[in-house]
């Protein structure tokens, strides 16, 4: 993945959210899909997925001390970003509802595949029920 693939404004705006903890919602657009959400660090990514490991199995909590050792290693930072990370996240492919429909979803992406975004996430349309 090269340098000149990467959207310059997206990569700056994903190490702002990196070193300053800062988060934006955005839709971005990827192979045809739109991936709608709030861009968070990656350390605030790995911190929670870890805790969605915490209480469980041996491995489930191997699991959570190894995304945990993830967190602290993106919060110091310093190197070229690959990926951005995203939570509240839904996926629109088509006129489809998004996937998932419901729950708190993470995501996380390369930047090298983004082909486009904008400020702001899609809002879910109330459609009515009601016949007139």
Known sequence: MSQESKDSVLEFLVNIAN????????TLNVKGSLISGTLVSA?????????TFEE?????EKISEQLAEASESAAKGGSEVHFIHMKNTKVYVGDSKPTPS???????????NVDGFFLGKIAESKTSTSKK
Request: hydrophobic fraction near 30%.
């Open 43 to 51: 350390k605030e990514y790995f911190e929670t997925l870890s805790e």
């Open 56 to 60: 469980g199995s041996e491995i489930s």
């Open 19 to 26: 070193e300053h903890d800062f988060s934006l919602d955005l």
């Open 102 to 112: 419901k729950g708190k979803v993470l995501w996380r992406g390369s930047l090298g």
